[in-house]
């Protein structure tokens, strides 16, 4: 049985005042996103990760190195300690995994973008496969960047487990790539929350892919609470 678990990046300024972030505005992690990701990392730090595949984003790969250090903390324990062979996930920078890119959106702020492009912002909450956003690509190439980026990824191990540290949109493209859903209909009912943990696996490797867990952030109540 192989899993794949996705992770949407930390909190960012931008996601706290609503700034359409993408591919070119690229915010750091803030300190509640820091948080995320280190409480993100001890989530995963027992599962035997083979690969973690992140976006080339500031936040992403910020988010990614939290949970990299975790699994060499854990992996190095199982070695010295415990006397098991246990390898440290390989970790990739991948641009396929970037955010869709929303041109001249980004750095905007969503009631900005309404009350400038009021049309185009009802059709993308409406029928997203139908956008193209100005100075960057549509939905439909985004969707389909991340299929290929996808199918790259999984074909690097076809057994072991693999992480994916990306962007709300990309992982809601990422589902609808992988279970052949219809965008307009789904891609607005896919929550990612920062830091949610999502799980699918597939049993034998000629299995349909099921998903065992979907946005999970159970390992970040405490602080989300504050």
Known sequence: ???????????????????????????????????QAKLTGRALAD???????????????????????????????????CGLESCVPKFRIHSGLLEINQGDFEGMKSEEIKEKCGDLYRNYKTCPAEIVFPGGESVIQARNRIAQTLTEIMESDPDGNILVVSH??????????????????????????????SIIEWPEQTSRPRIVVMNDTCHLIKINER
């Open 168 to 197: 709300g949109g990309a992982l809601a493209l990422a589902f609808i790539c992988l279970f052949g859903w219809d965008i307009n209909g789904m891609f607005h009912s896919l929550k990612n929350d920062n830091c949610g943990i």
């Open 47 to 81: 599962i035997d990760l083979k690969f973690i595949y992140v976006s080339s984003a500031l936040r992403a790969r910020q988010t990614a190195v939290e949970i990299l250090k975790n699994q060499v903390i854990q992996k190095t324990f199982e070695r010295e300690i």
């Open 1 to 35: 049985m192989r899993r794949l678990y996705l992770v949407r990046h930390g909190e960012t300024d931008a996601n706290l005042n609503h700034i359409v972030e993408g591919q070119i505005f690229n915010s750091p992690l803030n300190e509640h996103g820091r948080e």
